[in-house]
């Protein structure tokens, strides 16, 4: 299941980063070139670049790279490592499957407009409609991390002196 989320993933950054490419350099070159250019080109850019993020956003949470909050966690004994690991991973899972049923309601509720972006000319529910999905991939991801923490096959935790030995 976690290699289908992977592709899809991959997929929609991809697609993403290469229309948001597509569409910057089609405006640079209409508008310096040629004097001309599409209104709404700045917005597609815009919700396709947001969209390829927030994709990223879930490849950092599976590989670790997402922001959090160690401090408490590195000055634990090792056997408490564990479960701190467990519990930031159910609040996360938590939090990021409130963010995806918000998400979803708030992009429901736009798709019952029928309302149109004004700068992009495209769908608000398409504009809107990131949340969930990514919101559901980084829910997917924390579960993932929290079999890992539960099962004890994820990484080994570095100590806080590597870490900071590495940012330097």
Same mark, same amino acid.
């Given at each position: ?27 640079? #070159? ?21 969209? /390829? ?6 490849? /950092? ?24 690991? #467990? ?5 996360? #899972? ?7 049923? /918000? ?66």
């Amino acid at each position: 299941m976690f290699r289908i989320l992977g592709w899809i993933e991959e997929g929609v950054m991809a697609v993403c980063i290469a229309g948001a490419f597509v569409c910057g350099l089609a405006q640079v #070159i209409l508008r310096y070139a040629f004097n001309a250019g599409f209104p709404w080109t700045e917005g597609v850019l815009i919700v396709l670049a947001v969209w /390829a993020a927030m994709m990223a956003g879930s490849r /950092a949470v599976r590989d670790g790279h997402h922001v959090r909050v160690e401090v408490v966690a590195d000055n634990l004994p090792q056997p408490y490592r564990r479960w701190a690991a #467990i519990v930031t991973e159910l609040v996360c #899972i938590a939090f990021t499957g409130t963010l995806c049923y /918000a998400g979803f309601l708030y992009t429901r509720f736009v798709w019952s407009l029928d309302a149109v972006s004004a700068e992009a000319f495209i769908a608000e529910w398409l504009v809107y409609g990131v949340v969930p999905f990514s919101m559901a991939c980084f829910a997917l991801r924390h579960g993932q991390r929290l079999w890992q923490a539960a099962t004890g096959t994820d990484a080994p935790h570095e100590s806080l002196e590597t870490k900071m030995a590495k940012s330097l």
